[in-house]
Each structure stands twice: as C-alpha cells, then as structure tokens.
C-alpha cells in the first residue's frame, strides 16, 4: 500500500513538473512572436516601432558606445527604412482586418494610417470599400472622392464610386464611373465584370426611358 502511495505523489510530482515546463514554454514562444501578431489592430505603432542603435548614442555617457557607422550605412537611409517598415506594417494590418471583414476596425485603422500618411491614394481607396462592406454609402462616397482629389486616375475609385450609385439607384452615375474605370484599367481582372455591369446599367437606362 504504501508504494502505491509513493508512486501516486512521484506521479503528482512528474505532472506538476510537465505543467511547469510547457507554461515556461508557451510564455517563451508569446515573447518572441511579432507583437502584431498578438495585439492585432490594437497595436500602439509609434510605441512599437524600433529606434535606430545611432539614436540611442549617449555623448555624456561614458559607458556606452558610439556604434560605428560604416560608408555603406547611411544613418538616415536607415531610419528612412525604419519608417517605411512601420508604413508598410500599418497597411498591411488594415488590408488584413478587411480581409477577416473586421470592416469597423478596418476604418478605425485606416484613419490611424491617413493621419499619418495623407497622400497614400489606396489608402483612401480602400477606406471607401470598407463603408462599403458597412453600407455607410455616404462615408465612402467622400473617402473615394477625396482619393480623386489626391490621383484623379484611380482607376478603382471609380470602379468602387460605380458600385454605390448602383445602390443608389443612379446608373447613369453608375454607368458614367464605370465606363471611366475601364478607360483606366480595360485589361484589368475587374474589366469582365464592369463590362456585364456596363451592359445591365444600359439596359436599365433604356427600359426607364421607354417607359416614360
């Protein structure tokens, strides 16, 4: 009786044990994965983006080192290409949270980018297709609009400004954008599809001018 005793507490111990190691485990492998992979949307960018080793240099500070800098490396290049990477994950996150159709997030994280990045033209493209996913016509509307003002040759803008006049029931609008879009773009993957569009939007025009 009492080995069997003994062997239950041995194996009390060997589990408590296990338990620990895949914890110690689990909490490593959280630690090293990219923080927007945990954080998502939620991700504070300006807190997390990486400061360059050249800014951290302290003159005063005897005990730390000034980094050498090589010819080849330009500290200013380098920082260029931190903020383009911090650019580049904004963005992608956004595209991302579409993707999933999180849309309110999506707008949320598309205006965080704008206010950092107003010229980017897709990014206020793509902030008008998800009040579209929304149907907040109005709102994208005013986003595509604004992504003519910054590139009048966008050729998704109208593609998309086509859609919601389709909603709204104006096809000669409707018809006007998207005939534009496939001036732009007629060997596009959307070009079939705008050309069907094109085709009904006709055949609605003429019927209701018949019927009048």
């Given at each position: 009786?009492?080995?069997n ?5 041995d194996f009390?111990?060997v ?7 895949i ?7 959280f630690?090293?994965?990219?923080q ?7 991700r504070?960018?300006l ?5 360059p ?19 080849s ?32 997030a999506a707008v ?13 033209v ?16 109005d ?25 919601i006049?389709?909603e ?22 959307f ?22």
């Amino acid at each position: 009786m009492s080995k069997n005793v003994l062997r239950r507490k041995d194996f009390r111990v060997v589990t408590l044990f296990s338990f620990f190691v895949i914890v110690c485990f689990l909490a490593a492998v959280f630690a090293w994965l990219p923080q927007s992979w945990v954080t998502g949307h939620q991700r504070d960018y300006l807190d997390s983006a990486i400061v360059p080793m050249f800014e951290n240099s302290q003159e005063d500070d005897e005990n730390v080192l000034t980094p050498y800098v090589s010819g080849s490396l330009d500290p200013l290049s380098h920082a260029r290409t931190q903020l383009d990477n911090q650019r580049a994950q904004m963005f992608n996150d956004a595209i991302q949270l579409m993707q999933f159709k999180h849309h309110d997030a999506a707008v949320i994280q598309w205006h965080k980018f704008i206010a950092s990045y107003p010229s980017i033209v897709e990014a206020h493209v793509n902030l008008g297709f998800s009040f579209i996913a929304l149907k907040e016509w109005d709102f994208a509307k005013a986003a595509l609009e604004h992504a003519l003002d910054v590139r009048a040759e966008q050729a998704n803008a109208y593609y998309a400004l086509a859609l919601i006049a389709e909603e709204k029931g104006e096809w000669e609008t409707a018809l006007g954008n998207m005939r534009t879009y496939l001036h732009l773009r007629d060997s596009d993957a959307f070009a079939s599809k705008a050309r069907a569009a094109i085709w009904v939007w006709e055949d609605k025009i003429k019927t209701s001018k018949e019927n009048k």
